[in-house]
C-alpha cells in the first residue's frame, strides 16, 4: 500500500526530533558506564497479544541514530504477535542500543495497540462494504506513526492533515453562513488557486443532506451522529451520487449495525486517542 505521507523525509524528520528531545547532550547514563567500543545484542521480547506494528519504524530509527547497528526480523509488521514471542534481535554498539531503545519501544507499543485496535474493528464489519477510517485525533508530532498503524491494523486513512482534503465541518458551515453558500465558495477558492481537493460535508440531519444534494459539487457526505434508521434514509436519498461517511458515537457495540446502512466509509477517532499501548520490551541476552 503506497502511503504518500510516508516519506524517507518525513520519517527521517520524525525520527531526527524524537531523538533529539529524548537524548539532548548525550545519553549520560550509557557514556558513563559502557565502555565506547563494547558490543552488545538485545532482543524485542513481545509480553502481549495482538497486531505488531513498528517493526519497520524500529529498522529506520536503529539505521538513523546509528547505520552500524544490525537487525535480524523474525516477526515482521502486521503479523499476529504472541507473548514469548521474539519479534526481531538487534546488533551492534551497546551504547546506541540502550539510547535507542525507549524510541524503538515508544513507536512500538503505541503503534502496535493501535494496529490491534483496528484490526479489532475491521473485523466487526467484515463482510459489509463499508471501510475503517481513521481521523484527525492523534498525538501530536507523532501522527505519522499513529496513521501508519492504522494502515498496518488493515484500516484506511483518511487525510492527513488539512492541506489534502477539504472538509466542511458544522462550525466551517455555521460560519459561512450554511452549506450551500460554504459549499459554493469552496469550489471558487479551489478553482482559483488551481487546487484540486476532494470535498467532504459534515451534515446532521435529512433536511442538510437534501441542501448537499442539491447544490452539487462535492465528493463525500458525512452523515454525524445520526441514528442508524436516519443514516439509512440518508444512503437512500443519497443513491451512490456521492460517497457516503459515518461519523460520531461509532463504538463497538453499534459499529456493524452503522455498517450495515450501506455506508461507505466509518470514521473512528478512538483508533488513535483511546488506544492501549500493548506490553513489549528489549533486553540484552
Known sequence: MALEYLTEKALDLFIKSAIKEDVGDGDHSALACIPENQES???????????????????????????????????????TMQKGDVAFKVYGSARSILTSERLVLNCMQRMSGIATYTDYLRTLIGGSKA??????????????????????????NHRFGLYDMVMLKDNHIDYAGGISKAIKTTQEYLKNNNKSL?????TRNLDEVKEVLDTGGVDVIMLDNMMPSVMKEAVTMIKGQYETEASGGITEKNIREVAECGIDFISVGALTHSVKSKDMSLKAF
Open 198 to 202: 476532494k470535498i467532504e460535508v459534515e
Open 131 to 156: 471501510k475503517l477510517l481513521d481521523t484527525r485525533k492523534t498525538t501530536p508530532n507523532f501522527r505519522i506513526a499513529e496513521k501508519w498503524a492504522v494502515s498496518i491494523g488493515g484500516g484506511t
Open 41 to 79: 545484542k538485545a532482543q524485542l521480547l513481545i509480553k502481549d497479544e495482538g497486531i505488531l506494528a513498528g517493526v519497520d519504524m524500529a529498522k529506520k530509527i536503529f539505521a538513523s541514530y546509528d547505520p552500524a547497528l544490525k537487525i535480524e526480523v523474525f516477526i515482521k509488521d502486521g503479523s
